[in-house]
């Protein structure tokens, strides 16, 4: 899949295709619904599909200090778009010079002029352009001027988590945000992924027999709610069975807010400065601070039980 940062990274000879346009921040079920018919289109056309995005993300460059927790970066939101077909991300860096663009100028300079669209693939709330003015209409009417169609995806995707809200970005952030992680893994369709550098924190997990992977996670990540969680801990291609904690370590009246994982089982791992990717499956219960650390090993053990169960009946449901 090719990858271009900005409007000058297209190569010059680049034919019509297929083109949807959003944050796409998550990739969730319901964005999957707009992307693969994207895809489809396209391959009813022998055409390729560019999905279109932002980096920052708008709301950051309109309203600063509002740039919301990110469900994926970049990187992981292009490897999902790939797994669906995609090929070719476009990043567009939204600056303040950007956010000025009327709609009929970013039709004209993105779509006609670059992109060459030939289908435009959009959710019925699609807004473009200066203070969001352009609407899928707008879109629809231009594209009797520029030669190219428009397809409106309901998105209908909806289930149990947040009460059978439909499925968004928001509500997959409120769910992180509150530990329902299992809630966020309906809507996107996966685990939840917090990534970053494995860095030195205090190392009382090393010394309490339970060394964890102290994980630096990437600027405006959505952090599950304080609590111990299960899941899996990847890094260098490995995916390992984990026990992770979040939160502020109030055992040892720690201050500083982290995500440590503990890969179970595993003896002798060295993962200082590599890049890693936590995924959470299931909540296990809220940070505490016990009376003892004796009491605190006999917990930990418990919960290490638990994570070590849920992740393999979630290994034994994904190969069924």
Known sequence: MQRWRGLEDIPEDWGRSVVTIGSYDGVHRGHQLIIGRAVARARELGLPTVVVTFDPHPSEVVRPGSHPPLLAPHHRRAELMAELGVDAVLVLP????????????????????????????????????????????????????????????????????GGGEPFSSTLAR?????????????????????????????????????????????????????????????????????????????????????????????????????????DFLAYLRGQEKFESIEALLERMAIDVKRARELVEEHAAARRS
Not at 99 to 122: C, G, I
Not at 188 to 214: D, F, I
Not at 251 to 263: I, K, L, P
Request: hydrophobic share 45%; glycine share 10%; net charge negative.
């Open 94 to 161: 939204f600056t303040a010079e950007f956010s000025q663009l009327t709609p009929a100028d970013f039709v004209v300079k993105v779509l006609v002029d670059k992109l060459h669209a030939r289908v435009v693939v959009e959710g019925p709330n699609f807004r473009f352009g200066h203070r969001a003015a352009g609407t899928v209409e707008f879109l629809k009417e231009l594209g009797t001027t520029y030669d190219y169609d428009v397809e409106v995806i309901d998105l209908h995707e909806r289930g149990e988590a």
């Open 174 to 278: 409120r769910l992180v945000a509150a530990g329902d992680v299992e809630g966020a893994m309906e809507v996107l369709g996966r685990p939840h992924r917090v990534e970053g550098v494995v860095v030195r924190g205090a190392q009382r997990g090393r010394e309490l027999g339970y060394p964890t992977a102290n994980v630096e996670t990437l600027p405006h990540t959505a952090i599950p709610a304080d609590g111990v969680y299960a899941g899996w801990l990847t890094a260098a291609g490995e995916m390992m069975p984990a026990a992770i904690s979040v939160g502020t370590n109030p055992q040892f009246d720690g201050v500083d807010r982290t995500v440590e994982a503990y890969a179970i089982d595993r003896v002798g791992l060295d993962l200082y400065g590599l890049h890693v990717a936590v």
